[in-house]
């Protein structure tokens, strides 16, 4: 077994980084808030009514703080690449599959108490019972496909923008690049893991 040490640093320095923030947004909290409460208080509110929308009001609740949670630790470890010398977490296929197989197990574990053990398994022989084996390779495929989108994009930006630098000696363009790869399409995949990990968990419950 081989430990990645600056995945395993760049993923605590996003941990203590949402730490502080999270620190920093409840501290003198008022009725009439400051901006920074404000965009948090929005920010929860937000993710809370996504999950509800796809779930409903009660496991939409159990659920939203996780969503939420999973949401902020892959746009800041996304957005970590945007600093000189430090590099994102999710760029290593180690942790973007470790999340993926969390939301797996998560999402199997609402479907089973949701319906039932019985209930849960009926399903893999839906329509048809020699349907049983696609249906689990389908579920397996759910955990790589969610994982290597993210890794792929992740990765792919990295290696673009460091091709580029040594090109043209990281004069203009590279700069632009890093902000596009890592603030904007960061972003976007982030929200995009997210909704799937939801959709996941619908579909189990459901």
Known sequence: MVFNLDVILMTWIAIVLLILLGIFSVR????????????????????????????DKELGSKYA?????????????????????????????????SLGLMGFVIAHYAGIKAKGFMGYARE????????????????????ISVSFRLFGNIMGGAIIVLVVSHLIFSLILPPFLVAFFSLFIGTIQAFVFTMLTIVYIAVQVK
């Open 65 to 97: 703080p996780m969503i939420t949670a999973l949401f902020m630790f892959l746009l800041v470890s996304n957005w970590l690449g945007a600093i000189p010398h430090m590099s994102e977490p999710t760029k290593d296929l180690n942790t973007p599959l």
């Open 124 to 143: 893999y022989f839906q329509p048809f019972p020699f349907m049983m084996p696609l249906n689990l390779i389908g579920e397996i495929a759910k955990v």
């Open 28 to 55: 003198k909290r008022s009725l009439v808030p400051h901006s920074i409460q404000v965009l948090g208080e929005l920010f929860v509110r937000q993710f809370a009514s996504l999950t509800e929308d796809a779930l």
